[in-house]
């Protein structure tokens, strides 16, 4: 399918964007460009797990607060915020380099986006990614949001071409901070150096953005009850602790902690990282 400037379908907010967007070719489900709040996600295509666990906490609850979630289909944090989304029954569009027809990277969410998502591109159909495209589509990914929330970028990185171009459209930048001697903080650490607001949680971004009041969407909203349930599992929603942090977070003894962590372990909900750090799993965080 295909849309043009000033027709009723078309999103207002890419009016703006110079160069000019011609025509946007859909495929899927076309209620995703609906009137609704928008936030898009970007971040590094080879991200940690923690980025991974955040994108698909992010895409989860701002789809489940009725947001539609906007990222590039890209490998990591891209892919992270659109399976997050959809997992929560959410509407999620994809940005592409590439023909509607040709998505790029193929795969099962390209399919999968295409079956409950949708996949927008003002590239035509035949058209394959091409490195010029990227850019391109990154204006269009800033026009389509209200914000735009990086997870993890270096200092030169898509994300941050994407952010600059939300500024200029006067949008409001997010990012999520993390370990200021990781590489993929760098970038992060920039923005925020130019503006850009830190956030914990989506709620705290629904409330920035929107004046939500935070009790609309808690932190633990589509957490499986035995993470809800646990003041040690707890300690780890959107975190990465070890055994000796979590024991003085949640006040409890470290064999303990120690116990129900292996249990956790086995029945999928928490993974063992390098140094000894603990993570709720990426399913667990869906």
């Known amino acids: 399918m295909r849309i043009a400037p000033g027709g009723p379908s078309w ?11 011609p025509e946007l070719w859909l495929r899927g489900d076309t209620k995703c460009l609906a009137p609704a709040p928008r936030i898009a996600i970007v971040g590094s295509r080879s991200p940690t797990g923690y980025g991974i666990d955040q994108a698909r906490r992010f895409g989860a609850g701002l789809a489940r607060a009725g947001c539609t ?6 490998r990591g944090i891209d892919a992270a915020a659109h399976e997050g989304a959809l997992d929560a029954g959410g509407r999620t569009i994809a940005v592409l380099g590439s023909g509607v027809d040709r998505p790029w990277p193929a795969g099962p969410l390209a399919g999968r986006l ?36 990086v ?3 270096a200092v ?6 994407t952010a600059r171009w939300a500024l200029d459209l006067g949008r409001d930048v997010f990012c ?3 370990r200021i001697d990781h590489p993929l903080a760098r970038g992060v650490l920039q923005l925020i150096r130019e503006g850009a607001q830190p956030v914990e949680g989506p709620a705290q971004l629904l409330e920035d953005l929107y004046g939500v009041a935070p009790g609309m969407l808690t932190e633990q909203d589509g957490l499986p009850p035995a ?17 000796e942090e979590i024991a003085q977070v949640a006040s409890l003894d470290i064999n303990a902690v120690l116990s129900e962590l ?9 993974t063992r990282g390098p140094g000894g750090l603990w993570r709720l799993t990426g399913s667990s965080t869906r």
């Open 11 to 21: 999103p207002e907010g890419l009016d703006a964007l110079r160069p000019a967007v």
């Open 69 to 74: 979630v906007v990222s590039g289909m890209a």
């Open 114 to 149: 295409a079956e409950e998502g949708l996949l927008v591109s003002e590239f035509g159909p035949g058209v394959g990614p091409r490195r010029h495209h990227f850019p391109l589509r990154n204006r269009i990914l800033a026009g389509l949001a209200d914000g735009v929330l």
């Open 151 to 153: 997870v993890e970028a």
């Open 156 to 161: 030169t990185s898509g994300s941050r071409i």
């Open 176 to 178: 999520i901070p993390g």
């Open 227 to 243: 993470i809800q349930a646990s003041p040690i599992l707890r300690t780890l929603i959107g975190e990465t602790r070890t055994v």
């Open 262 to 270: 292996v249990r956790a372990e086995l029945d999928g909900h928490v």
